[in-house]
């Protein structure tokens, strides 16, 4: 066990400077003093969190050299009974990956919104809330415990809520940032449940093993991996109280917070917060927390294949899902809000099929180009003074070159061009679900082939919408003063929200002139006729050039082997190396036996001879290296091929009319508030308040008031107050009541 | 050092913390004198205000003579312990202590009063004099019930509490406030009469079984646990569901809940704050002291009972919570679906359960206590508090939005904040609870604890809600734009409450440490079954059937 205190600041750092920033920036509201505190304080998660993980400076091995994880225990937090929360802090392998680029990623998007964020009222209360949403995602990633991590978790949720609301104005803002909460909620109910099932079945949350107030304290994971055995693969695992049940709990949980379906409908309305928000929390950091709570669970969802299932389903579903959707938005953010949530799909996809590791990966290459795409859709938009709708851009490469050329890099990595980023963990992924052939242990049916074919539709998708949403705001004439496109016959309310969001403001440009007053709203104006967009200052330039350059070679450090082989390297797969020690072993006590004729070892082994256990899959065997080369190949040809489409499709003529139901986003709210949301508030108006509670109990109560008032007035000679008489009524019948129990009393003892 | 002078200091201080939980009781009522004299002689309705202010200041000082110095144990497991012949003629003594159960719901009383009383700095216009010697009744009457050992005076003291607040309600409070005072005192007062007539079975039962009637608590409790005193079944469910009914109206557990929302929303602000923080958890109080230590064979029997109403509330006032359209009934049908939480904790019988029930009710005290000063605010300033008529007050008061978003996250239980540590506690504790069956199809503690677990969803609609359709958008009421944020008092009033929020959801460490050893001994009492010395009142020894047979005698 290794001790480091210094731990703890990477979390209270960002703490500190949301303190700082309310109390002194508050008073202050000077923009370097509350920008040099939020992005010192970043500064110093960030530096710190490089000692810790590389052991720069510090007395052990870094975190992710080292076998065992650097811990650090603050205080115990909840001790009652045998369940034991502390508020503790530990960083392995696969924190140590999510600090370093959650820091630093963070620290990028800082930068960035002092930019962006300038001249804003609410500069001071903007950082604060920001350092405030580090501090609980660096808890979430770094708590040594599944209840700290909750911490982190809701904390998150609440800062997500406190930016999306950030414009108090907008009214399409203030009912995002409810919604995102609310949806998150039902996510935390899940991982709730699954905590106490966890404590059930383990007698434990930690994380780690070790040693607290001279106790010991045993991982879940140790537990459950030395203890339990697979789950069998059938619907009623799910129900049956055991480790199926925890994971899909959690993927409850983790469907709320990465907005996978059912729940993904408040990741693109939260697109309402300011964008340097969109890009930390709704792209980078926050929303792949649900693939981390996956991965750092991955013990008990090996032993549950049905929840594995499950995750892969919904993963390739959502990917394929939001994909459709953001090919029909016309909001730049919008846009990449789906694309957010398509790409979240692939991280489950991966994380379902058992590459826990290439799940990471993509979150990590994901965070590099997503949050670079955020934060150039931020540029434009700035430039663009506050116009959003991508109808009314073009041609910006002209005026905008940095910002285009750093975008164009973030577009080839998510379209998946080789030796950008995103190539090699999208590719590792839809090979790994190719490869994962004994996905379906129930029948013959080729499952994992359906979803690598669902995931490939996905990828050529990705490229058509990236290059449609790149032709529309870079290339092109430029459509500055075009008025957009009559939309009036688009009725339904959630259009008519989007419709209103796209102007930019809730009820036309008129009403929106004459609150500019006192308006600290990022929202758009109508543009003066000599408007020429403007490129950013260099606060905002210079995160883009990083995070394009990261987001072009950060995929050189998870190179498989197949094609590191290619050009005669070795094995050069340094992320996987350093995750594998993460990733339990099943097989191992067990050995690697092919699947035995006992249906019950065959259970047991299931996953022994999925990709995820290392031995199982030998990605050094030639037919693996042929297959996996074959599929990059073509999912190279394919992530061309979508480019070209969209080339085709939108080079000359990018307003190109979009199915409806796509640009309606398949009416997933309507559905929402038709069936469950507005039955239920009328069941509880109509029914249980005005019925139940106003007509039912109220009149029995009633009824026997003045019942007995009545009997009271035949019985009153004198004339008494309102009050009085009710109190002798009440007397009445308290001595009727009184009299026949005293009566009952007696007989009982008597 | 020790053993100074019969004047010296710590003489006097050794006086003070040995009777000290008389005194908090009779503080108040002095003060209640001296406002009645500050009145007569100086007619200065004005200072009143601060007269009592200063005596509720006082006694929260003396109360935490309580937490520091823990005094010397009595056998039964009591601090403070008093014991003094009060009515000889029917064996009934002032007898009064305090344990851990009742520690903290002590100091959140004597907590609560001076906020209460700065809370109503300009909002009493009329018979101030009588307001605040109301209140100071109150206080004593509140504290009474929690210290009282001898089920006479609980029961005196259970219903002294009614009177002031029946008064404070009928008197200042709003437009129905006749209606609502009425119900409140309707409800409430039949269920404790029902009690009385319990806690007098109970003293002839004890003279029946040992020859000597008691009221007194600890006698009684240690009479049933040498199992010199049984119940038969329908005399035992009969005293059970009569203390129950009380107290299940005082909690309120649903469906007796409908005159909480009334009371809330007529009563002042400082009167809903004192109904919320305190007088609520008299009844989850009363259910944990006497119903599981006194009647643990139905205490267990009707646990489903219990826990299922507790659910029902719990979803049933977060749902009729959501589409309130006035914020004040609102929080009142939160602290339906609240109490509804600290009910099904105690009733799962596991130390989770029961210390965070303990916990809650502190948390909620203060939580919802702080909502209603916070509605108050506003109604001050507007005369309405109708949601219609708000919408965009963030722009105009920052700093009240900011404290009321803070004490919603508290009462929606964000971790971190004190309500989460209650209702996590309570949740783990239905969970692992072994009260309700497992078939062979349903684990029913899994699926209660489900259920009830969605209430923490609803929590978040329903306050959320609220407060995107009061502090968020644009201003839309013209009559909104002039308020003034709140000032210094104000802010005053809710630091602590604050403080305690963020303390107790970081830290609840030394409140559960507290409570640890009385919580597991009435958790042990409540869950002995088979085996140990309760067990042998349960096989059918020699003074079980004669009791038995002569009650069947009797009755016949």
């Not at chain 2, 504290?143 to 404070?168: Q, W």
Request: aromatic residues 14%; charged residues 15%; contains cysteine.
């Amino acid at each position: 066990m290794t001790e480091n205190n210094l731990l703890s600041l990477i979390i209270f750092a960002p703490l500190a400077g949301a303190v700082i920033n309310w109390l002194v920036g508050g008073k202050l509201k000077n923009e370097t003093f509350s920008g040099l505190v939020a992005c010192g304080a970043i500064a110093v998660s960030t530096i710190v969190a490089f000692m810790l993980a590389f052991g720069i400076g510090t007395p052990h091995a870094g975190a992710l050299y080292a076998d065992k994880p650097v811990l650090d225990h603050i205080w115990t937090w909840i001790s009652v009974g045998g369940f034991r929360a502390d508020f503790a802090l530990g960083m392995d392998r696969l924190s140590g990956i999510y600090a370093l680029f959650v820091t630093f990623v963070g620290l990028l998007i800082h930068i960035f919104a002092t930019g962006y964020m300038h001249g804003d009222k609410g500069f001071y209360r903007f950082f604060a809330y920001l350092n405030l949403f580090m501090f609980a995602m660096l808890t979430l990633v770094l708590a040594d415990n599944f209840l700290l991590m909750f911490v982190g978790w809701e904390g998150v949720g609440l800062c997500s809520y406190l930016l999306i609301g950030y414009y108090l104005k907008r009214d399409e803002a203030r009912e995002a940032a409810k919604k995102a909460f609310v949806m998150n909620r039902i996510g935390d109910w899940g991982v709730l449940m699954a905590i106490f099932l966890i404590f059930t079945l383990t007698g434990s949350i930690s994380f780690f093993d070790k040693v607290v107030d001279g106790e010991q304290v045993q991982s879940v994971f140790t537990f459950v991996t030395q203890n339990m055995s697979a789950d069998p693969f059938t619907w009623g695992a799910i129900f049956a109280g055991g480790l199926t049940s925890v994971a899909v709990l959690l993927f409850i949980g983790a469907t709320g917070k990465s907005a996978q379906i059912p729940l993904l409908t408040w990741l693109p309305d939260a697109m309402a917060g300011p964008t340097p928000v969109s890009a930390l929390i709704h792209a980078a950091t926050m929303v792949t927390a649900g693939v981390y709570l996956v991965v750092r669970a991955n013990a008990i969802y090996q032993f549950a294949p049905t929840a594995m299932w499950i995750v892969a389903v919904i993963g390739a579903a959502t990917a394929l899902f939001a994909a459709t959707i953001a090919i029909a938005q016309n909001d730049i953010k919008k846009v990449l809000a789906y694309s957010t949530v398509s790409q979240l799909g692939f991280m489950f996809l991966a994380a379902g099929v058992g590459a826990f590791v290439v799940a990471i990966f993509h979150v990590m290459t994901h965070a590099f180009f997503k949050a670079l795409l955020f934060l150039g859709s931020g540029s434009v938009i700035h430039g663009m003074h506050h116009e959003q709708d991508m109808r009314r851009m073009g041609n910006l490469k002209k005026y905008m070159p940095v910002t285009f050329f750093t975008m164009a890099m973030g577009w080839l990595a998510i379209c998946g061009i080789p030796i950008w980023a995103g190539f090699f963990s999208k590719d590792e992924i839809l090979y790994r679900t190719f490869a994962a052939d004994n996905y379906f242990p129930v029948s013959d049916f080729p499952g994992n082939k359906v979803l690598w074919a669902v995931a490939t539709l996905t990828a050529v998708l990705t490229a058509i919408y990236m290059t449609r949403m790149m032709i529309m705001t870079f290339w092109g004439k430029e459509r500055f003063h075009e008025p957009l496109p009559e939309e009036g016959h688009l009725l339904d309310a959630a259009s008519a929200e989007e419709h209103a969001f796209a102007h930019g403001e809730g009820h036309g440009h008129e009403e929106a002139h004459a609150a500019a007053a006192d308006d600290d709203d990022e929202h758009h104006h109508e543009l003066p006729p000599d408007f020429k967009p403007h490129e950013s200052p260099w606060v905002m330039t210079v995160p883009l050039i990083i995070l394009a350059f990261l987001s072009t070679v950060g995929g050189l450090v998870g190179i498989p082997y197949a094609m590191s082989s290619l050009v005669g390297a070795g094995e050069v797969n340094v992320f996987e190396h350093t995750l594998d020690p993460v990733i339990a072993k099943k097989g191992e006590h067990d050995g690697h036996s092919a699947p035995s004729a006992s249906g019950e070892n065959e259970v047991k082994h299931f996953y022994a001879s999925a990709p995820a256990v290392p031995g199982a899959y030998d990605p050094h065997s030639p037919e693996v290296i042929q297959k996996e080369r074959l599929l990059a190949l073509l999912s190279v040809v394919l992530a061309l091929a979508g480019i070209g489409i969209g080339f085709a499709l939108f080079r000359n003529n990018p307003l190109r009319k979009m199915p409806k139901i796509l640009e309606q986003k398949w009416k997933v709210d309507e559905f929402y508030n038709g069936y469950i949301v507005d039955p239920l508030t009328s069941l509880s108006r109509e029914g249980l308040w005005k019925g139940f509670d106003l007509g039912f109990i109220d009149g029995i109560v009633n009824g026997i008031g003045s019942f007995v008032k009545e009997l009271g007035d035949i019985a009153r000679r004198v004339q008494v107050g309102f009050v009085r008489s009710y109190a002798a009524v009440i007397m009445l019948g308290a001595i009727v009541v009184l009299g026949y129990f005293i009566y009952y009393g007696f007989k009982l003892v008597n | 050092m020790n053993g100074g002078g019969p004047r010296s200091p710590s003489y006097i201080m050794d006086l003070i913390a040995e009777n000290i939980l008389t005194i908090l009781i009779l503080l108040p009522v002095v003060g209640a004198l001296a406002v009645l004299g500050h009145q007569i002689f100086w007619k200065q309705e004005s200072q009143l205000k601060w007269v009592t202010f200063a005596i509720t200041l006082l006694n929260f000082l003396l109360s935490l003579v309580l937490v520091f110095d823990k005094g010397a144990v009595s056998a039964s497991g009591f601090h403070f312990e008093k014991n003094v012949p009060w009515i000889s003629a029917i064996n009934t003594n002032y007898h009064v202590g305090v344990d851990g159960l009742s520690l903290w719901l002590v100091i959140l009383t004597t907590f609560i009063m001076p906020i209460a009383v700065i809370s109503t700095w300009h909002a009493v216009e009329k018979k101030a004099t009588a307001f605040y010697i109301f209140l100071l009744l109150l206080e004593s009457a509140m504290i009474g019930v929690f210290v009282s050992l001898d089920l006479l005076v609980f029961y005196l003291f259970f219903e002294a509490s009614l009177i002031p607040m029946f008064f404070l309600i009928g008197v200042w409070g709003g437009k129905d406030r006749i209606y609502a005072a009425v119900k409140f005192f309707i409800f409430t007062a039949i269920g404790s009469l029902l009690m009385l007539v319990a806690i007098i079975a109970l003293y002839f039962m004890h003279a029946d079984a040992t020859g000597v009637g008691t009221f007194d608590f600890v006698t009684l409790l240690n009479t049933l646990k040498l199992g010199n005193m049984t119940f038969s079944a329908s005399a035992g469910a009969f005293l059970f569901l009569a203390f129950a009914l009380a107290f299940s109206i005082k909690v309120p557990l649903f469906p007796f809940h409908t005159w909480l929302p009334d009371a809330h929303t007529e009563a002042p602000t400082a009167g809903s704050v004192i109904l919320a923080a305190v007088l609520l958890k008299m009844g989850t109080y009363g259910l944990m002291r006497f119903n599981f230590t006194l009647f643990p064979d139905q205490a267990r029997e009707f646990a489903p009972l219990f826990i299922v109403l507790a659910i029902i509330g719990i979803v049933y006032g977060a749902l009729v919570a959501m589409v309130q359209p006035d914020v004040k009934r609102l929080v009142a049908y939160s602290s339906v679906a609240h109490m509804g939480f600290v009910i099904l904790g105690m009733f799962s019988f596991t130390e989770w359960g029961m210390q965070g029930a303990v916990y809650q009710m502190l948390n909620h005290g203060v939580s919802t206590g702080a909502l209603f000063l916070l509605v108050g605010f506003i109604y001050e300033r507007r005369h309405t508090r109708m949601i219609s008529d708000f919408g965009g007050l963030a722009n105009v008061m920052p700093i009240y939005a900011t404290i009321f978003v803070i004490t919603a996250m508290s009462s929606v239980g964000l971790p971190f904040l004190n309500g989460f540590v209650g209702e996590f506690l309570i949740m783990v504790g239905m969970w692992k609870s072994t009260i309700l069956s497992v078939t062979a199809t349903a684990n029913w503690n899994y699926i209660a604890t489900m259920v009830a677990g969605t209430g923490v969803i609803f929590a978040a609609v329903y306050l959320l809600w609220m407060i995107q359709r009061v502090f968020f958008g644009k201003v839309t009421n013209d009559k909104n734009r002039g308020l003034a944020d709140l000032s210094y008092r104000e802010i005053g009033l809710m630091v602590p409450l604050l403080f305690l929020m963020v303390f107790m959801g970081v830290y609840p460490r030394p409140f559960l440490e507290a409570t640890h050893s009385s919580v597991t001994e009435i958790q042990k009492r409540v869950m002995q079954r088979a085996g140990g010395e309760i067990d042998h009142a349960h096989v059918p020894g020699p003074s079980e059937e004669k009791t038995e047979a002569h009650l069947e005698i009797q009755q016949k």
